[in-house]
């Protein structure tokens, strides 16, 4: 059953291959024309004759091959156009690899231009393989040919033997393969010898450059390079839209599909999804990267759901060239450096995010000082986002009691009373054995895509139970294996509904991804592989830490997943570790550590998640991140970090106790660095409470010390802004710390154990939930509880009552609503998660 299910799956890919694209030209016709011993006869795709490629009597060293050409007016209708070479090959015998170059040459005099080389699969078994490379044609005037020189190179005595057949030349379907053509701009970058001057004494001397189409994203992105510049020197500078077919001459910076990108094959449309490039070229400097078409303002000043990779080469330009920083969100956050002098020599630089998913959950504080606004603006500043949605699972049939519990209860799961789950508690359970449940759950992902043409997931997962009102029906108790527990019990059963629900989807869209979390008993992998586009949500909920329990735990999660062959993802908990016994308000999460965990699964996650801390220092929750202060750094080495894997982390804190305070540079520094080592030096083996953090972790002396280096770099920024500002939220931000401290070396940490005596009733009282009848009045009532501290002031009010009565013991539970809780919220009305 499972490698039928496998071979499903890569049918599935297949399908995206075969896409039927306009053809350019078809080279069959033409091989018959060739001489005889270039050709096979017998062994062929669909129609004799197939070119062969035979390295017998073939010189060690020699290129064995054929050049597929299209000339003049083909060749020039090509110009800016995205283009595939596809080709069936069949390996009989030998080693050598098959590859190409796409060539393009301009008349007069024939002169190469632009080259791209490319290699491809040696495939196996004894079939014919369809195999494509793309190629975007640079918008040349006087394009004299286009061509690919395709074959292998012989090497040693050994025969190499492979057929070729139905080469063709066709438009690519779409662009996201092709790779940054800067080729041609690098090699054109060679001739600029003398620096090209943007800022001279205070003097601007270039203008922006934004396309005649231009685009919300080119808008966005020329305004956000203007509004840094001129903060930077002090002037304004002008934006010049160009005319239709009139191009703009520099000193300029072009943003997005200016005349000048067209030339070089550069225009947002061509370029991978949120991948950047920053390129001189003679007078000019191009800064375009890989947008979304038609993407909206308020998408692309949102962090999720566009590619917006003009954008980001306005960022990177902006933190390259113009040393711009974005600690904070705010006002108080950027750090422009004054520019009096600014002059480039060559200058080409391109990259594409690490992980395709960057975000952090519970992101926007309450601060009244900093809008909503400017803390989303942070986070786009920073490339925090997605080109494609959200990957993130969650429980997914949430609205089912609703929509089918009268019509269809045979859909949901059936209990251990004999009835179908088909009331809302715990959110959606259905019978997941059921076909016509799988039928309708690939309908209804089908219709969600189709709404949304740009959401790239949907998530497929039961409610939340752990198994408790999982289907008892014969089918669904089949690929359950109990000697999994916990973690891996209904592995196999939910993991295999997923993986048809994504084969269903992939059937008619192979490039959405059904999505799941690995999570209560299928939280291991199942027995076999995934489809190729099942996507992996991984909970990943200890401290982000650097020691080794913690990386191995990881570790062992993302090599048992990797084997699945399904898209990985990660959700991060850097809250736990802050809201664990009678730890608020303690410092838990450090930049150093984040990177030694992100090393362990670069390259194997696709994108990752942050969940911020949503407890406050008094333990009180909210729906936004608290104690923003704490994670502000973090947040900022994480983006970089998620943007290129291999940054320097050191470098990054470097510029920033300096550039971001100034006087107190050196007092800050040491408070960050000396609360990473505490911690790093920190023993967990009982674990992360009240007593490893306020006693040997950040004992009392420390606390001290720590928050002096606060104060005094306060004192330091006196009178000098904005660095005072800083330093004073910094403070400000700490508080929660010193005073956590104060509480736990004051009070000490009390047991409460409260011995009662419980009284013998006379009727057994209803149980009904409401302890206020005949019967109760003679029960034990205990009021007054404190937590397990007896630390922090109970903000709800709890008691409990018991009674014996006819020998059964009677236990009644009385609790109110804290009172900043104005309403009580049941496990059946949750999305996100379930909280009382
Ligand atoms: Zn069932």
Known sequence: MFSKLHLLGALALSLTCLAQTELIRDFKGGLAKLPQEKLSTEVFDQKSPALKLDSSGVKSGQFVGHTFYVYQEAAQALRGKTIEFRIKTKHVAGNAALGGTFRVATSPGNELRVTRSFSLNTPVGDQFQEQSATFTVPNLDNIAHVNVQFGFRQQGEEQNLWIIDEPQFRYAENSSSVQLPTDILGLSALLDKEPLVLVEDGKVKFSIVIPAAADPIAKLAAEELQLHCQLAVGTEIPIRQEADGQEISGPAIHVGGTMLAQK???????????????????????????????????????????????????????????????????????????????????????????????GFLYSIPRDPEISTAEFTRWYRRNRVGSAHGNPLANHSFNAWPKKFGASHPEYFALQVDGRRKTDEVAGGHVCLSNPEVLKE?????????????????????????????????????????????????????????????????AEKMPDRYITCCAYGDYRQRPDFPLASNVAVTLCYSAQPRSDQISKNKWRAMLDEWRQTGAALYIWEYWNNSRYSRGVYGAPAVFPRHLQEFMRLDQGQVRGRAMELSNIDGDGVSFSYWTDWIYDALNVYVVSHLMNDINCDVEKLLDEYYPAFYGPAAVPMRQFHDELELAWTRGNYSDGWNWETCWVKTYPPEFVDRMMALLRQSVELCAGQEPYLKRAQKTLAGYLPFERNSFLFREKKSQTNAPKITVPQGTAKPLLDGRPDEEAWQKAAVIGNFCDSYNIYEQKAGTEMRFLVAEGTLFVAVSATIPPERNEIKWADDLGERDSL
């Open 264 to 358: 070089f094959a550069l225009q947002p449309v061509n370029l991978p999804p949120e991948s950047w490039l920053i390129a001189r070229n003679g007078e000019n400097i191009i800064l375009t990267g890989g947008d979304t078409p038609g993407a909206t303002y308020n998408q692309a000043t949102s962090t999720r759901g566009v590619a917006t990779g003009t954008l980001y080469a306005v960022y990177e330009f902006l933190e390259r060239t113009f040393g711009v920083r974005w600690y904070w969100p705010g006002k108080y956050g950027t750090v422009v450096p004054p520019a009096a002098n600014v002059k480039v020599t060559r200058l080409l630089q391109t990259g594409t995010p690490s992980y395709s998913t960057r």
């Open 441 to 505: 759950t690939i309908r209804e992902k089908l219709e969600y895509f189709e709404k949304n043409p740009g959401a790239g997931f949907a998530s497929v997962m039961p409610g939340d139970s752990f198994g408790l009102y999982r289907c008892i029906c014969e089918d669904c108790q089949k690929p359950l294996q109990p000697e999994r527990a916990p973690a891996g019990t209904a592995s196999n059963l939910v993991w295999g509904f997923v993986n048809k629900v994504a084969l269903g989807v």
